[in-house]
């Protein structure tokens, strides 16, 4: 049973939609697609690893992992695969000193002359524990190597914050209306509504961009937001939010979702399968957005008002969360809006306030 309230986000499990994987559109893949999939690199490596990698691709697809999920793994798995290959480790001689060896060569390996970062090297480690995990429920290892490696220490860093009146002055700087300018064009009119909406509801990007039309409540105020690991939780959308959905649905999607002219027709036509037509956000050519899009848009309208660099998504929600905190609401509310699983993935925020107090407190002080 689902209760659904106005001060709290409810979470429940939801039926496979559409997620979003570096920028593009990734569909839910049919069984008759996803036996098609292989992990990363698997059809040109041979042998043990190639079951191996086989194997886990199927645990994965019997578990239900999103599309997202499967291709995170595919990449991260592949990548162990080819190392341990070149090396002549097959997946049973692989011990924690060998993953121990490929973690610090991730590190030390050069992109451009930097390593991957700690939480890069995180990823790739919990996909390795995935795999050897997968082997030995089959009975093809006795010990989980990777469980004996520690997780590389990620860096202690403060997410950006926008402050209150920074976050109003980039808000009202996109398609904003008045009595004597009341025409913004549909695109502007999107993307008013989706950063409203990234401020109001603390949304990540692909939340945003996965949206569909209903789920927005209008007689609720109140959205439906399917995050991580497939959970729902229903949100609370402020006044000026829903006002700029309504402006968009009334006036800009209409616009968007016309029928295509044959030239844009036929570059829909090279850029892959459609959006799907309940898609809430649309691109000018009438297609589902992207994670990068809206990256893009928004580090766009945060230069042309000037609210300054690190303006992300992320950023957004960000400053949902530490104003909400600053406001007086408690942090398991504010874990619920935002869909984290753990209370601990919230409290970065309570050091983020921690650290504006200090801030203040050495400029206001006089034996600070």
Same mark, same amino acid.
């Given at each position: 049973?689902?209760?659904? &309230?106005?001060?709290?986000?409810?979470?429940? /499990?939801?039926?496979? @939609?559409?997620?979003?994987?570096?920028?593009?559109?990734? &569909?839910?893949?049919?069984?008759?697609?996803?036996?098609?999939?292989?992990?990363?690199?698997?059809?040109?490596?041979?042998?043990?690893?190639?079951?191996?990698?086989?194997?886990?691709?199927?645990?994965?697809?019997?578990?239900?992992?999103?599309?997202?999920?499967?291709?995170?793994?595919?990449?991260?798995?592949?990548?162990?695969?080819?190392?341990?290959?070149?090396?002549?480790?097959?997946?049973?001689?692989?011990? /924690?000193?060998?993953?121990?060896?490929?973690?610090?060569?991730?590190?030390?390996? $050069?992109?451009?002359?930097?390593?991957?970062?700690?939480?890069?090297?995180?990823?790739?480690?919990?996909?390795?524990?995935?795999?050897?995990?997968?082997?030995?429920?089959?009975?093809?290892?006795?010990?989980? /190597?990777?469980?004996?490696?520690?997780? $590389?220490?990620?860096?202690? +860093?403060?997410?950006?914050?926008?402050?209150?009146?920074?976050?109003?002055?980039?808000?009202?700087?996109?398609?904003?209306?008045?009595?004597?300018? $009341?025409?913004?064009?549909?695109?502007?009119?999107?993307?008013?509504?989706?950063?409203?909406?990234? =401020?109001?509801?603390?949304?990540?990007?692909?939340?945003?961009?996965?949206?569909?039309?209903?789920?927005?409540? +209008?007689?609720?105020?109140?959205?439906?937001?399917?995050?991580?690991?497939?959970?729902?939780?229903?949100?609370?959308?402020?006044? $000026? #939010?829903?006002?700029?959905?309504?402006?968009? *649905?009334?006036?800009?999607?209409?616009? *968007?979702?016309?029928?295509?002219?044959?030239?844009?027709?036929?570059?829909?036509?090279?850029?892959?399968?459609?959006?799907?037509?309940?898609?809430?956000?649309?691109?000018?050519?009438?297609?589902?957005?992207?994670?990068?899009?809206?990256?893009?848009?928004?580090?766009?309208?945060?230069?042309?008002?000037?609210?300054?660099?690190?303006?992300?998504?992320?950023?957004? @929600?960000?400053?949902?969360? &530490? +104003? *909400?905190?600053?406001?007086?609401?408690?942090?398991?509310?504010?874990?619920? *809006?935002?869909?984290?699983?753990?209370?601990?993935?919230?409290?970065? =925020?309570?050091?983020?306030?921690? #650290? @504006?107090?200090?801030?203040?407190?050495?400029?206001?002080? /006089?034996?600070?």
């Amino acid at each position: 049973m689902v209760i659904q &309230t106005r001060s709290t986000a409810t979470c429940v /499990p939801s039926a496979g @939609r559409p997620s979003i994987a570096g920028g593009e559109v990734v &569909t839910e893949m049919s069984v008759e697609e996803e036996r098609g999939v292989t992990i990363a690199g698997e059809e040109q490596l041979g042998g043990a690893w190639a079951q191996a990698l086989a194997l886990l691709a199927e645990d994965l697809r019997r578990r239900d992992a999103a599309a997202r999920t499967l291709r995170a793994y595919a990449v991260d798995v592949g990548q162990f695969a080819r190392w341990a290959s070149a090396r002549g480790l097959g997946p049973a001689d692989v011990g /924690p000193k060998a993953v121990r060896r490929y973690v610090a060569h991730l590190s030390e390996r $050069p992109p451009a002359g930097d390593g991957a970062a700690p939480s890069t090297s995180a990823r790739k480690l919990a996909a390795l524990r995935a795999l050897f995990a997968s082997l030995r429920e089959h009975g093809r290892i006795s010990q989980n /190597p990777a469980d004996l490696v520690s997780t $590389p220490r990620r860096g202690s +860093h403060l997410p950006r914050v926008l402050s209150a009146r920074e976050a109003a002055r980039l808000l009202d700087g996109i398609a904003n209306e008045t009595p004597a300018h $009341p025409s913004a064009r549909p695109l502007e009119l999107r993307d008013r509504a989706i950063f409203e909406l990234a =401020y109001s509801c603390g949304l990540r990007a692909e939340e945003l961009v996965s949206l569909e039309r209903d789920d927005v409540d +209008h007689d609720g105020e109140q959205l439906r937001v399917e995050g991580k690991g497939r959970k729902t939780r229903f949100v609370p959308v402020g006044e $000026p #939010a829903m006002a700029a959905v309504r402006a968009y *649905l009334e006036r800009g999607r209409p616009a *968007l979702a016309a029928p295509a002219s044959p030239t844009t027709a036929g570059a829909r036509a090279g850029a892959g399968p459609a959006a799907p037509t309940d898609a809430l956000f649309l691109s000018k050519t009438g297609r589902a957005l992207g994670t990068g899009d809206v990256r893009r848009r928004l580090r766009t309208w945060a230069a042309r008002v000037g609210v300054g660099e690190g303006a992300s998504p992320h950023a957004l @929600r960000h400053s949902f969360a &530490t +104003h *909400l905190l600053d406001g007086g609401a408690d942090l398991r509310s504010i874990q619920e *809006l935002l869909g984290h699983a753990s209370v601990s993935s919230t409290q970065i =925020y309570t050091r983020v306030e921690s #650290a @504006r107090l200090r801030s203040a407190y050495a400029r206001s002080h /006089p034996r600070a």
